[in-house]
């Protein structure tokens, strides 16, 4: 769930997008696509806003609610970095495939994940994580 300190710069940010001013729209593009990566969403999530409805007070809101959910998280909700991290512990995730999930490193920690990378994460998710198959 989105921080209300992060849904406000959000909302302020997508405001500046009718700017008049080419370098300010540039620079809002570029926020808002880390705002949206780091919460393991895309552009069309903005035309889609049932995603922001539950926002949540401050960080610590999300410790209280993942220990209370033990449970997998759906590859739609769960950021690129969880989704990761699931498949590098999974026991159902081959050693080659391991091997090229480390590929997705750099852009994970950049928050600059491409809709192809998580297309990609979501899949295997999906299949390992949330169907216990073994890829």
């Given amino acids: 769930m989105m921080t209300e300190r992060d849904y406000q710069r959000l909302s302020k940010l997508v405001a500046m997008l009718s700017s ?3 370098g300010e ?12 990566n780091e919460y393991g969403l895309g ?4 035309l889609l806003p049932r995603k922001f409805l539950k ?18 998280l759906d590859p739609a909700q769960a950021t690129p970095k ?14 080659e495939t ?11 920690s ?3 994940v491409r809709p192809k990378t998580r297309a990609d994460l979501q899949a295997m998710y ?3 994580i949330m169907q216990g198959r073994h890829i």
């Fill in 82 to 95: 969880q989704m990761y991290d699931a498949l590098m512990q999974s026991p159902r995730v081959s050693i």
């Fill in 110 to 112: 950049e928050n600059r």
């Fill in 126 to 128: 999906r299949y390992a």
């Fill in 25 to 36: 729209i540039l620079n809002a593009v570029d926020a808002i696509s880390n705002i949206l």
């Fill in 20 to 22: 008049d001013n080419d």
């Fill in 55 to 72: 926002v949540r007070n401050a960080q610590a809101d999300d410790l209280k609610a993942e220990a209370a959910d033990s449970g997998p």
């Fill in 98 to 108: 391991k091997r090229d999930i480390r590929d997705y490193t750099t852009e994970i």
């Fill in 43 to 46: 552009w069309t999530d903005l």
